[in-house]
């Protein structure tokens, strides 16, 4: 029961202090001081205090948007494990849930955008799900090198299963697991090379052109719902790089904390070395991490 709790506590209030720790990593590379690390949640406290204003073009789709993606995204977060414990929500194939619940947020992101009736935020819709249909099969195939790795078809016993020994025994499958799973973590995010959450280019913008008629309440829900599927991927991707068990609760949760705050300082460091890719660039790399996943599953099928 105090698992369940403090699972739940970490994904409520831990996903906006990765968005300040990338944010001051940015910062401390361009010999700024940055926002403080608390800046996300200062951000998200303003816009639920202002209004929200709805186009007379728009219909429920619109104001539904928001609220399914946050739903679905949190339903995710119950089903992964943080730290070295099962999560609240586990059962056989769960993984494919897991799944299709970002499916089913990035949906109605698509929907709401449409509903608008712009045909700049339909540029930006049409985008995303291409991307995304790039990006799926490297999750899949990381799911069924689990699934055979650990003999389950349950998230909460695969990844936990994930230590040293499946390592030593499994190293070069895991390793190009990795690789797919971080290209895919920072495309699914939005994040550089693949997009800028911080771009005002239009030719050059994907999530953000989507969510640019939200205001307020709903625009705060769509950050929130972004930075929590930052931290449940984030953490997936955690438990393959960062394989432990300490057999103390309070350290494994410890391990898991520090390993997230790693990850946002390895994404803020990506972000300031590199540059946006060309647009005819990202499904080349998006195929490449397929590449990769797919030879991670062939290395175990033996």
């Given at each position: ?15 906006p ?127 069924i ?45 939005c ?6 959450p ?31 599927k ?43 070395v ?29």
């Amino acid at each position: 029961m105090a698992d369940t709790v403090i699972h739940i506590l970490i994904g409520f209030l831990m996903p906006p202090l990765l968005l300040g720790v990338i944010g001051k990593t940015k910062a401390a590379f361009a010999g700024r001081v940055g926002a403080p690390f608390l800046q996300p949640y200062h951000d998200l406290m303003r816009l639920v205090r202002k209004g929200s204003i709805f186009s007379e073009t728009t219909t429920w789709v619109f104001r539904a948007g928001p609220i399914v993606t946050l739903a679905a995204t949190f339903i995710a977060a119950l089903l992964i494990p943080f730290g070295n414990h099962s999560a609240p929500i586990s059962f056989t194939g769960d993984m494919i849930l897991f799944a299709y619940l970002f499916g089913l947020a990035r949906f109605f992101t698509t929907i709401a955008a449409l509903d608008t009736g712009s045909s700049f935020e339909g540029m930006g819709a049409a985008r995303e799900v291409t991307f995304s249909c790039l990006a799926e099969p490297t999750l899949f195939f990381a799911l069924i090198t689990l699934a055979k790795l650990s003999g389950s078809l349950s998230l909460s016993t695969m990844l936990t299963e994930v230590c040293c020994s499946l390592w030593l025994n499994a190293g070069a499958s895991l390793l190009l697991l990795l690789g797919g799973l971080f290209v895919v973590l920072l495309a699914e995010n939005c994040r550089i090379p693949f997009d800028d959450p911080n771009t005002h280019l239009e030719l050059t913008m994907i999530h953000e052109v989507m969510v640019l008629d939200h205001s307020g309440p709903a625009f705060a829900l769509i950050q929130y719902a972004a930075a929590l599927k930052l931290f449940v991927l984030g953490a997936f991707f955690t438990h393959l790089a960062v394989p432990y068990r300490t057999g103390n609760s309070a350290l494994d949760w410890g391990v898991f904390v520090l390993g997230m705050l790693l990850l946002a300082v390895a994404i803020g460091s990506v972000e300031s070395v590199m540059a946006r890719l060309r647009m005819v660039r990202i499904p080349q790399l998006l195929v490449a991490a397929t590449i990769l996943a797919a030879f991670s599953t062939l290395l175990v099928m033996r």
